[in-house]
C-alpha cells in the first residue's frame, strides 16, 4: 500500500513539473499528457518568470531526488567554482554517489539508488558509503558488496534489466554492468548528464 501511494505521489508531481521521474510516471504521463487535477485539461495562464524559474529549479531538485538545504549547498558551491554556475551545479548533482549508481544501471530510479547506498550494499574503492550525497572524485571504482551481489536486485541489475528504461550510460562513466562495477573516469560535463533542465533559469531563481 505504501508503495502504491509513493508511486502516485511521484506520478501526480511528475505531471505537475511536466517531466517523468520514474519508469511508471512516464507510462501515466504518455497516457495523461497534462497537470494533475479536474482542472488539468483546461488552458493554464501564462507563469511569471518566477513560477518558470521555481519550477525549473524543482525539476532538477526532482530528478536528483535531493532536498532544498541540499540544493541550496550544491548551488553556493558551484558558484564558488571556476565557470559557468549553472553547468556546475548540474555537474557537481552528477557526482554524487547515488546519481551516478543510478546512471550505472544498478537501480531503476533514483530512489532506489538512495535506497542502496543507505543500506550499506555499496562501495567506493573497497569502502562502504552509506551516504547518498557523497561526492565521487575521478578515478574512484563504485562497486556492490560481495555478500549482496547475490541478491535478487542487484542480479536483475547484473542482467541489464533496467537498461530498457534508463538513458545509454554516459561517457565519463565505465562499467561493466555483469560485474557490478563502474568507475567515475572523469567529471561530468553538462552537455553529457541525462537530466531535463535549464540550469540558467535555476541560477537566476537563486540570484533573485
Known amino acids: ?33 497534462y497537470a494533475p487535477g479536474q482542472h488539468g485539461r483546461a488552458r493554464r495562464k501564462q507563469d511569471s518568470d518566477y513560477a ?14 535531493i532536498r532544498e538545504a541540499q540544493m541550496t549547498r550544491a548551488f553556493e558551491e558551484a558558484k564558488r567554482t571556476k565557470g559557468l554556475t549553472g553547468e556546475n551545479l548540474v555537474e557537481l548533482l552528477e557526482m554524487r554517489l547515488d546519481a551516478l549508481v543510478l ?14 547506498v543507505v543500506h550499506r550494499h555499496i562501495m567506493v574503492d573497497g569502502a562502504r558509503v552509506d551516504r547518498p550525497s ?6 574512484q571504482l563504485i562497486h ?3 555478500r549482496s551481489e547475490v541478491m535478487a536486485p542487484f542480479q536483475v541489475a547484473a542482467a541489464g534489466a533496467h537498461r530498457d528504461v534508463l538513458p545509454q550510460v554516459p561517457p565519463y562513466l565505465d562499467v561493466q554492468l555483469e560485474k557490478l562495477q563502474a568507475r567515475l573516469v572523469r567529471r561530468p ?18 540570484a533573485r
Open 1 to 33: 500500500m505504501a508503495n502504491n501511494t509513493r508511486a502516485r505521489r511521484k506520478v501526480r508531481i511528475s505531471r505537475a513539473l511536466g517531466i517523468a521521474l520514474t519508469p511508471k510516471a512516464e507510462k501515466y504521463m504518455e497516457r495523461r499528457p
Open 103 to 116: 546512471r550505472a544501471g544498478f537501480a531503476r530510479t533514483i530512489a532506489q539508488a538512495r535506497q542502496l
Open 144 to 146: 556492490v558488496h560481495s
Open 52 to 65: 518558470v524559474r521555481l519550477r525549473e529549479k524543482q525539476r532538477l531538485r526532482a530528478q536528483y531526488g
Open 134 to 139: 557523497f561526492r565521487v572524485s575521478e578515478g
Open 189 to 206: 560535463k553538462r552537455s553529457e548528464v541525462p537530466v531535463t533542465c535549464e540550469e540558467q533559469l535555476v541560477v537566476e531563481y537563486y
